[in-house]
Nanobody, 127 residues
């Protein structure tokens, strides 16, 4: 059974940076679509960034984070990262990592297709 555990969420000021981590156990990072999603209060969950574990395609980002966030992975450590720079108050949300099996990833991701989810880590950006 795949288990995902996020960490790295915190409260920061506008313009700050955070690095989220998602540690995976129960599977190696092969043939997976690896994603970060977020859910703002009162809003539906949205895709933030996705990447294929085998690097067979480019990473995809939502327009709202393009150029500020970077998704990456360390396969040796079975860990997915989300580097977040120039944070804005509108980035405030609960952030989740999620995995699904697949040879290809596509954008926008459909959260119901992702089988495994972490518990979430809170990011709060104050102005």
């Amino acid at each position: 059974q795949v288990q995902l555990v996020e960490s790295g969420g915190d409260s920061v000021q506008t313009g700050g940076s955070l690095r989220l981590s998602c540690a995976a156990s129960g599977a190696t990072l092969e043939y997976w679509c690896l994603g970060w999603f977020r859910q703002k209060p009162g809003k539906e969950r949205e895709g933030v960034a996705i990447v294929h574990s085998d690097g067979r395609d480019r990473a995809y980002y939502s327009d709202s984070v393009m150029g500020r966030f970077t998704i990456s992975q360390d396969n040796a450590k079975n860990t997915l990262f989300l580097e977040m720079n120039n944070l804005k108050p509108e980035d405030t949300a609960m952030y989740y990592c999620a995995f699904r099996r697949g040879q290809w990833c596509y954008w926008p991701p459909k959260d119901y297709e992702y089988n495994y989810w972490g518990q979430g880590t809170q990011v709060t950006v104050s102005s």
